[in-house]
């Protein structure tokens, strides 16, 4: 139900929620088993997931203490989101200290457009924008037998045995 408890001003409310749950709940693992020292984090996700861990990577990046006795360097952040909403309303989020934030986007998929830019919100890191008949014509056209090629070699990738332009 979050997903619709966008709030008034700032980060999509409950995004943000799930985002602090989840550095609540990492703070409180490293400290239950006595973690100490250099440590990396691996963040993915995909949907609702994915802006959670965007959001996280996000704040990791802006200097979020993990407690004492842990040091953590940026190079040591890995965050890979598939189909992230829009959450952050920062926006400086897209600046070079976000690097490490990587977001695999289908401009046919309606959930990265969800909460809308133009209610100021945005998501952290680089987007790269899968490539669709729609709006790439020639580079996806340019990119389609490779694909067909790659699907032909995996059985189990057209299991109802469905022409190729059908998946398409």
Known sequence: GSNLKIGYSGDHQ????????????????????N??????IWLTGYSRSAITANMVGGKIDQ??????????????????????????????????????????????DLVPEVSLAKWGHSRFGVDYILPCRQYDGN???????????????MDTMNIAGLPIDLID
């Not at 409950?14 to 400290?31: C, I, N, S, T």
């Not at 973690?35 to 990396?40: A, H, L, R, S």
């Open 14 to 33: 409950g995004f943000a929620e799930a985002r602090d749950q989840a550095l609540d709940y990492v703070k409180e693992y490293l400290a239950k088993y």
């Open 35 to 40: 973690v100490t020292g250099k440590i990396k």
């Open 63 to 108: 200097g979020f203490n993990f407690g004492k006795n842990i040091s953590f360097d940026l190079d040591d952040l890995y965050c890979y989101t598939f189909e992230a909403p829009r959450g952050t309303a920062n926006t400086a989020c897209r600046d070079s200290l976000y690097y490490n934030i990587h977001n695999i986007v289908n401009a046919n």
């Open 139 to 153: 580079y996806y056209y340019s990119l389609k037998p490779k694909a067909e090629a790659l699907i032909g070699k």
